[in-house]
């Protein structure tokens, strides 16, 4: 079993930063590749970014130069780092573990931007 909770969520104006961290419990973490996924409502979920167990690290082209992923296998953690914020960033953030544990979500977290 794998728990994943978010935090670093919250309302920022347009052209501010936030920081969102993923904690990790329960598993082999450092053999784990993960990703942070968001969701507007009445959209569908999709990927903003992911890292590899190597590091290696793919970012969607919608916050690419913006957003910036990081992993410390030693907290067991995994970073996003938002900068220059839009208000089309505004979305639920979910934290995702694919690892041979399993496929696991956290609760998400409520990002906002205002104009």
């Known amino acids: 079993q794998v728990q994943l909770v978010e935090s670093g969520g919250g309302l920022v104006q347009a052209g501010g930063s936030l920081r969102l961290s993923c904690a990790a419990s329960g598993s082999v973490f450092s053999s784990a590749r993960m990703g942070w996924y968001r969701q507007a409502p009445g959209k569908q979920r999709e990927l903003v970014a992911d890292?590899?167990?190597?590091?290696?690290?793919n970012v969607a082209d919608s916050v690419k130069g913006r957003f910036t992923i990081s992993r410390d296998n030693a907290k067991n953690s995994v970073y996003l780092q938002m900068n220059s914020l839009k208000p089309e960033d505004t979305a639920v953030y979910y934290c995702?573990?694919?690892?041979?544990?399993?496929?696991?979500w956290g609760q998400g977290t409520q990002v906002t931007v205002s104009s």
């Open positions: 995702r573990f694919l690892g041979i544990g399993g496929d696991y």
């Open positions: 890292i590899a167990s190597g590091g290696n690290t």
